[in-house]
T-cell receptor, first 112, second 114 residues
Framework: AQKVTQAQTEISVVEKEDVTLDCVYE???????LFWYKQPPSGELVFLIR??????QNEISGRYSWNFQKSTSSFNFTITASQVVDSAVYFC?????????FGTGTSLTVIP | DTAVSQTPKYLVTQMGNDKSIKCEQN?????MYWYKQDSKKFLKIMFS???????INETVPNRFSPKSPDKAHLNLHINSLELGDSAVYFC?????????????FGEGSRLTVL
């Protein structure tokens, strides 16, 4: 069965703190893709990153970084020096075959 | 140009009415989806079409009927609306099964049933 777990329902941090959002996935497929999406208060779903199962290299994009570890089936997302504009709900997702499986989301609040 | 566009953005209606939401994508993608997001922000797949053919049909009341006139359009018709249908409905598209591209979402259509 395919499943994505985001155990952190809500996180609050003070501006400029670093924060890591956890994502654990389950699949028996050897080929799969992992994604992160951001949903700001305005409501749209914004694509952040895609990773395939054969590429375990970590990725950094500005203040955002992603740590993919197949050994622990995790795809964690870190925001460095958080800003108020980072306040949003973040979704982790798994794609195998036709289906996209979404986690329940982590609501991040960055306090000024 | 908006990649995935949905109309209307807001819908307020009475219980028992019928309503439709339209979706169009100009990305040339083969696969389109409808997702429902409830008040707790859970994103739940409802339907998926690949080249006008239904490929995913999750456990959704048969009051919900998707229609794909061509691969660039996927509309959602809802009959006999109920209070529990209040949610945000997102249309999305992707390159297609096996392509493993990301989902591109529309802006969402917020349905409120009174």
């Amino acid at each position: 069965a395919q499943k994505v777990t985001q155990a952190q329902t809500e996180i609050s941090v003070v501006e400029k703190e670093d924060v890591t959002l956890d994502c654990v996935y389950e699949t028996r497929d050897t080929t799969y893709y992992l994604f992160w999406y951001k949903q700001p208060p305005s409501g749209e779903l914004v694509f952040l990153i895609r990773r395939n199962s054969f590429d375990e290299q970590n990725e950094i994009s500005g203040r955002y970084s992603w740590n993919f570890q197949k050994s622990t089936s995790s795809f964690n997302f870190t925001i460095t020096a958080s800003q108020v504009v980072d306040s949003a709900v973040y979704f982790c997702a798994l794609n195998t075959g036709n289906q996209f499986y979404f986690g329940t989301g982590t609501s991040l609040t960055v306090i000024p | 140009d908006t990649a995935v566009s949905q109309t209307p953005k807001y819908l307020v209606t009475q219980m028992g009415n019928d309503k439709s939401i339209k979706c169009e994508q100009n990305l040339g993608h083969d696969t389109m989806y409808w997702y429902k997001q409830d008040s707790k922000k859970f994103l739940k797949i409802m339907f998926s079409y690949n080249n006008k053919e239904l490929i995913i049909n999750e456990t959704v009341p048969n009051r919900f009927s998707p229609k794909s006139p061509d691969k660039a359009h996927l509309n959602l018709h809802i009959n006999s609306l109920e209070l529990g249908d209040s949610a945000v409905y997102f249309c999305a598209s992707s390159q297609g099964p096996g392509q493993r591209g990301e989902l591109f979402f529309g802006e969402g259509s917020r349905l409120t049933v009174l």
